[in-house]
């Protein structure tokens, strides 16, 4: 469903994200996960765009209480003139905020369970495309969290599919 709030669009969408990493060496077969959200929340104001979710199973890992564990939410422009970073925002038991920007390099912190986890990104490539009811976003980037450095490529999807009745809706994997 679409609806506008202080000027800007949001809209539920369906997400798929697929995270491939691999020693940065090359050597070895990458280590692949993937996801499906089905409640996703994208949001657009200002020509900037929102994508917020719960990262799969976080109500699950949780300690038995009713609050999820980790809310992912990027933020991103898209189009040829976009030069500002994608940042991504992860809050919860798991807290990291990370700005991706083809060929800079960052230091951030990551804390989980407990740990300040000191981590070195440097990003290849950054692809952002976005049309009226769906997008893609990917990632090329080396990553070192305290000592293990990786090469990781990933791949985000946001569908939503509008009927004749001009109601939007989300839509199954992409």
Known sequence: MSERTNGGLVRRVFLSWQRAAQPASGEGSPD??????DDAIW?????VHYLSYLEPGSEQRGTGGSEPDTRTTLRF?????ASSPLVVIRQGTVRWKQSFLAGESSQTTLYAGGFAIPVEIETNSVLVSVAETNGFILIDYFIDAAGDKQRVKLSIRFDQEVFDDGQAYPTGPV
């Open 43 to 47: 949001k657009t104001a200002g020509g």
């Open 77 to 81: 422009a898209d189009g040829p003139g």
């Open 32 to 37: 692949v996960e993937q996801a499906f959200v």
